[in-house]
């Protein structure tokens, strides 16, 4: 497993934009699948973008596609969901899992599939 650390939030008004990344630790990242998630308050935990470890294949939740972007620098072992476009129901807490996936560079929606995750960064917008 890598350790991974979310960072990026903030305070932001709806309509603007933010970047979250997440910077992970081991030398085996480059082989790892990445998911972002959040969790909004009194709400369960939900998917929004994933990556394959190649960067090659992507998804995103309905609600967030064409306005976020998810993307990888695995020289920096760096993952980064780039938010723009952002609404008050964007708010949350944002937390970036990662699996590896040494055989098959496919992403994974499921955050059952992923064992390592970070502590989260608040993202906030305001309307």
């Known amino acids: 497993q890598v350790l991974l650390v979310e960072s990026g939030g903030g305070l932001v008004q709806a309509g603007g934009s933010l970047r979250v990344s997440c910077v992970a630790s081991g030398r085996a990242f480059s082989r790892y699948r990445v998911g972002w998630f959040r969790q909004a308050p009194g709400k369960e935990r939900e998917f929004v973008a994933a990556i394959s470890w190649s960067g090659g294949s992507t998804d995103y939740a309905e609600s967030v596609k064409g306005r976020f972007t998810v993307s990888r620098d695995n020289a920096k072992n760096t993952v980064y969901l780039q938010m723009t476009n952002l609404k008050p129901e964007d708010t949350g807490i944002y937390y970036c899992?990662?699996?590896?996936?040494?055989?098959?560079?496919?992403?994974?929606?499921?955050?059952?599939?992923?064992?390592?995750w970070g502590q989260g960064t608040q993202v906030t917008v305001s309307s």
């Open positions: 899992a990662g699996r590896a996936s040494y055989y098959s560079d496919t992403f994974s929606v499921d955050g059952l599939d992923y064992n390592s």
